[in-house]
């Protein structure tokens, strides 16, 4: 079946760790994005790539990065410098938006900070 | 910066009412919005996609206007049904490739 894979659904980090968040996606899809999302918040972007070994910083970026190796994956290492990690990570992907494509997300992963 | 606003934050209904979701937007310059519905700890799912150059869109019983003037948009559900209940976040498409979201409506559509 075709859609966006995230793994684990399930992580937790210890201080100081550095933990990495997966996405893969079968839809053929040029553009990939991360969005963390608290209670209240909506959702916040933090990186997104529109093409292969390219990605931007979008608005909370700090304490995060990425890679796009592949035009299929899109992972996401939350690192030691991003002081509050607890949160949904939603992975998602997109032909261009600007042109009326609908953007598809995978099912998240919960992260925790113990 | 464009942001968007959905009031109300939760809404309670019985079921078979209809009922209208709310959404406003501060930059008219969009390319389109959308609707999305989000069943508690789980990914977004596209409900409704409307362009800048269109006024509404219709499935099943859902129903999106747009207004990209006054910066607004409606949800429209008819008949409500227990499973409808969720949150239902809009989204609009603003700059290159970017989405920006509103904090959602939290619906219970109650048997």
């Known amino acids: 079946d075709g859609g966006i894979t995230q793994s684990p659904k399930y992580l937790f980090r210890k201080e100081g760790q550095n933990v990495t968040l997966s996405c893969e996606q079968n839809?053929?899809?040029?553009?990939m994005y991360w969005y963390r999302q608290d209670p209240g918040q909506g959702l916040r972007l933090i990186y997104y790539?529109?093409?292969?070994?390219?990605?931007q910083k979008g608005d909370i970026a700090e304490g995060y990065s990425v890679s796009r190796e592949k035009k299929e994956s899109f992972p996401l290492t939350v690192t030691s410098a991003q002081k509050n990690p607890t949160a949904f990570y939603l992975c998602?992907?997109?032909?261009?938006?600007?042109?009326?494509?609908?953007?598809?997300f995978g099912e998240g992963s919960w992260l925790t900070v113990v | 910066k464009q942001e968007v606003t959905q009031i109300p934050a939760a809404l309670s209904v019985p079921e078979g009412e209809n009922l209208v979701l709310n959404c406003s937007f501060t930059?008219?310059?969009?390319?389109?919005l959308q609707w999305f519905r989000q069943d508690p700890g789980k990914g977004l799912t596209s409900l409704l996609l409307?362009?800048?150059?269109?006024r509404e869109q219709t499935s099943g019983r859902l129903n999106a206007s747009l207004d990209k003037s006054s910066g607004r948009s409606t949800l429209y559900i008819a008949a409500s049904q227990p499973g409808d209940s969720a949150t239902y976040l809009c989204?609009?498409?603003?700059?290159?490739?970017?989405?920006?979201f509103g904090t959602g409506t939290r619906l219970t559509v109650i048997p």
């Open positions: 839809l053929n899809h040029d553009a």
């Open positions: 409307i362009q800048s150059s269109q």
């Open positions: 998602a992907s997109s032909m261009s938006l600007s042109s009326g494509n609908t953007i598809y």
């Open positions: 790539s529109q093409i292969v070994n390219d990605f």
């Open positions: 989204a609009v498409t603003h700059g290159a490739n970017n989405l920006f």
């Open positions: 930059d008219s310059a969009i390319y389109n």
